[in-house]
T-cell receptor, first 112, second 113 residues
């Protein structure tokens, strides 16, 4: 079956530091890949997505590139802010049924 | 545009009691999902509806969990009887279907004591 593995947190950073959250996946077909973010007290929100190999998703300064050869979709941001403190989830879906399979989540804490 | 609504936001019950959660999806969204998110883990799909029909309920513990989506709009998820391991956040999401984005509600945090 499908699975998503992402680095465990918490990840603690200072403001303006570089952030990387690793995500690798296992899938039988050609999945679409997503990063969702969950801010404190709020619901899950889609951060970015990529639907085919070599696609780059980007939003709010975050980027992730769909790497089929390494089955990875690492999330990066060049300069984090305190407001980026949240839990980040990597996820995938295969076209049939659109069922999302999530990783375990990575908590990020940005200190001023 | 109104988002996905869920109620209640919090619920505390004793084991062996029953509980029900309600979800109102975004207007016009044909597909509705219920996920269970145990503390420290990613959400896990429990059941997926397309209009008022079940598409996938393979991960739903059917001996105690049930869900319905009458008239293809609102949905209710029920647990009867609850166990301690059911303590989790129950998330409802909706989408237009296919590979369209899923929009999540704020969730219901259930604590079973």
């Amino acid at each position: 079956g499908n699975s998503v593995t992402q680095m465990e947190g918490p990840v603690t950073l200072s403001e303006e530091a570089f952030l990387t959250i690793n995500c690798t996946y296992t899938a039988t077909g050609y999945p679409s890949l997503f990063w969702y973010v969950q801010y404190p007290g709020e619901g899950l929100q889609l951060l970015l997505k990529a639907t085919k190999a070599d696609d780059k998703g980007s939003n709010k300064g975050f980027e992730a590139t769909y790497r089929k050869e390494t089955t990875s979709f690492h999330l990066e941001k060049g300069s984090v802010q305190v407001s980026d403190s949240a839990v980040y989830f990597c996820a995938l879906t295969e076209a049939a049924g659109n069922k999302l399979t999530f990783g375990g989540g990575t908590r990020v804490l940005v200190k001023p | 545009e109104a988002g996905v609504a869920q109620s209640p936001r919090y619920k505390i019950i004793e084991k062996r009691q029953s509980v029900a959660f309600w979800c109102n999806p975004i207007s016009g969204h044909a597909t509705l999902y219920w996920y269970q998110q145990i503390l420290g883990q990613g959400p896990k799909l429990l059941i997926q509806f397309q209009n008022n029909g079940v598409v996938d309920d393979s991960q739903l513990p059917k001996d105690r969990f049930s869900a319905e989506r009458l008239k293809g709009v609102d949905s209710t998820l029920k647990i009867q009887p609850a166990k301690l391991e059911d303590s989790a956040v129950y998330l409802c999401a909706s989408s237009l279907g296919g590979i369209n984005e899923q929009y999540f509600g704020p969730g219901t945090r259930l604590t079973v004591t």
